[in-house]
């Protein structure tokens, strides 16, 4: 079954307002099994306003209509509806008493005269009533063709499309979706693909998609079947492909969990403290971290040193290093992980130092950054040529240092596995 | 001129993704005084997009389709309206060097085949070029409609629209709109529109309008006329009123100056340099300092001390006052402003410590938090109790601690000025 969305208002035109109604009511016709091919918007202009429905009711099996219900003169959309399907507009008993009610409750003498007009429905309409406003949902079904009427206000909406439109359209669309996320980190976005290119030309159901997300990569795998049972089972297979695949580089397979969240309960599962010695993203890693709640368990301090002499003062960065080398260089890095660990008496130190731009200094160019991690004895550095703009390169590197630091207790730990070493004893 | 918008992307119709872009874009248009009718979102289908393509043109002189552009074979913007318009793909040599100098360094040893495409263009295109990311923006004149076609993600978008889209459709659109902002920092929104409500209600041309912006308030001012010399005389009176009112809580009048860079100019100027000692915040007042280039003129190093006991080792707070008011207190905020001054031998310490959530802390509240300045001498504290979720309490508390900043730096100046007090020595 075939849903699409026609969003009426001037203020979406205009930038004033973002289109999250569209976010809300798309992940719900998804989760119903219901295929929407198009989203429009359009303004408080009954014309365009008419022509829009009429090419939706061609294309679409469900035509759903949010906003413009209002009691103002630019509120159009139940009256260009009903014009369009040829129908009277008659008073409902109960929406009148509830705009009646409504009013008696704040204490205004007189009902302003435009307020009677949200009374009014095509005949033959399913009235649902408002519970948080005075303009009611309308369902109209119309041959095979169904066309739907929301008020725009979301905190109107989402409880009145939850108890009432939903259970409507499951029961006219029997088909259950069901998806998967994959969330990778350390792999570029063609590279991912490429690794699982098979599957992604074969898709057909489940489907495959790929999304680049600030240095990670996130592919959703969606399957749809006559239940949830069914689609998990179609999903599944693909799910087994990928993780064997991609391994270590999938961080988490959980919608709502973050790569500094899945490293933050890394640490803690582990009992590991971590310190950040940060001069190119000058706080951003551990401003990342810290916004999980519970950090202070793995997150004890970190340092924040721009300039040579606080990388000298603060992390006891060798004032030779600085002058032969660099504060952009491997060797300052080093230094930097090495000491932090030490000073601040944490298991794991990332450190970071580079540049950003929009200026090269050192005879350096702008984008080059080495960033180290020690831990458990060993100090590992990596260095990058990140390229954009100077947030763009900084954002980059918070990502591959978060997931640097996790490559780097992986790799200790399979090693480990192979020479059959003792585990790590925790910092006292 | 009539501008058309068309998102593409399947994520925009299966709710993945909130379609931000669109009302970016929207107010970018209408500040450039083009009329939208209608906003469209399509999923990665040829067929389709290849419809409203021909539907857009028809009705709308410029056509602006924003994503899928990437290198995945989802990807099909541009090759639906090559076809459209009836124009060969041909390689730009420009975007394959960007597509190479991209890859090289970042420790690939091949490129995928796939992100070649990227690099292709229909034949008379103008090719923009993308600085954050690898597909280049499309202009495509054809007659006298424009079809203009970005990249998706909102790093590369925001840029490539405002550095040459915006400019290239300014000089397209004969009446000029002109507008000018006034961003303040250190007052809600209600009580800022409160103040000048007389202008709001009496607007006609220039228009204002307020945004709030994440603990800031901007008004835009925006006049049309036939030339701009007209349109700033417009705007001029307001602007002079606005001054008289809000005077020193207006941080700016540059489009494109943020509260960070203000505030690290009114340092640099001054010679004055800067620390910060942070809990609470996790080092994003120093991640927001240090994203303005030339910050380590002003700001050298920063500390976050995420527990006690960092907060006693790092910054020497007492033990006492940890142990007897809590890390959530005025006295510890105090401690930490006057140390971190101290230690780091700078002018100035900002200091942040409260409760951003979810749970209440010491016996203490969420959003609680204490901010202290140490300046010339003297130490201020404040005391605020923010609301909503962790993310926003943190954010505000920055917003707010670099207002604390401005602020602290203005009334000393305002203070000696009134006593005569010889200026302050910067720190040497």
Redesign the interface.
């Given at each position: 079954m075939v849903v699409e969305l026609i969003s009426v208002g001037t203020e979406?035109?205009?930038?004033?307002?973002?289109?999250?109604n569209?976010?809300?009511?798309?992940?719900?016709?998804?989760q119903l099994g219901l295929s929407?091919?198009?989203?429009?918007?359009?303004?408080d202009?009954a014309e365009?306003l008419y022509e829009?429905v009429e090419t939706a009711y061609k294309r679409s099996d469900v035509v759903i209509l949010v906003g413009g219900l209002g009691p103002t003169k630019d509120d159009l959309t139940k009256e260009t509806v009903a014009r369009f399907l040829n129908r009277e507009l008659v008073e409902d008993e109960h929406s009148r008493k509830v705009i009646e009610d409504s009013f008696k409750n704040m204490s205004v003498a007189e009902i302003p005269e435009n307020n009677w007009k949200q009374a009014l429905v095509p005949v033959g309409s399913v009235v649902v009533e408002n519970k948080n406003g005075t303009a009611p949902g309308l369902i109209i079904e119309d041959g095979d063709k169904t066309v739907i009427l929301l008020p725009g206000p979301k905190r109107e909406l989402m409880p009145m499309f939850e108890n009432d439109i939903a259970p409507y359209l499951r029961q006219k669309q029997p088909d259950v979706i069901y998806s998967a996320i994959v969330k990778l980190c350390g792999i570029?976005?063609?590279?991912a693909?490429?690794k699982i290119h098979d599957l992604?030309d074969a898709q057909t159901n489940p489907t495959i998609?790929?999304?680049?997300n600030n240095g990670e990569v996130h592919f959703?795998v969606?399957a749809h079947a006559e239940d949830e049972k069914s689609a998990k089972k179609l999903v599944k297979p693909i799910i087994k492909i990928m993780r064997s695949r991609f391994g270590n580089l999938i961080y988490t397979m959980e919608e709502s969990v973050t790569l500094e969240q899945a490293i933050l309960a890394m640490l803690r599962d582990r009992e590991l403290t971590l310190t950040?010695a940060?001069s190119l993203?000058?706080?951003?890693?551990?401003?990342r971290?810290?916004?999980i709640?519970g950090?202070?368990t793995v997150?004890?301090?970190?340092?924040?040193?721009?300039?040579n002499?606080?990388k000298h003062?603060?992390l006891d960065v060798k004032k030779s290093t600085l002058k032969e080398y660099g504060a952009v260089s491997e060797k300052t890095a080093k230094e930097m992980a090495k000491n932090g660990a030490f000073i601040?008496g944490s298991d794991i130190c990332i450190s970071l130092t580079g540049l950003?731009?929009?200026?090269p200094e050192e005879g350096k160019p702008v984008g080059l950054v080495y960033m180290a991690c020690s831990y458990n004895n060993r100090i590992t550095v990596k260095e990058?040529?990140f390229?954009?703009?100077?947030?763009?390169i900084?954002?980059l590197a918070v990502t591959y240092a978060l997931t640097m630091l996790r490559v780097c207790i992986l790799e200790d730990e399979e090693e480990r596995s192979k020479t059959n070493t003792k585990p790590l004893t925790p910092n006292p």
């Open positions: 979406l035109l205009l930038g004033h307002k973002v289109n999250t569209a976010a809300f009511l798309a992940e719900q016709f998804a929407m091919y198009y989203q429009t918007v359009v303004g202009n365009r829009l570029s976005e063609s590279k693909e490429e992604i998609a790929a999304y680049a959703r969606t950040t940060e993203t000058g706080g951003m890693v551990a401003a971290l810290t916004d709640p950090a202070s997150f004890k301090e970190g340092f924040v040193t721009y300039n002499r606080a003062k603060m601040s950003a731009g929009p200026n990058y040529h390229k954009g703009s100077r947030a763009r900084r954002e």
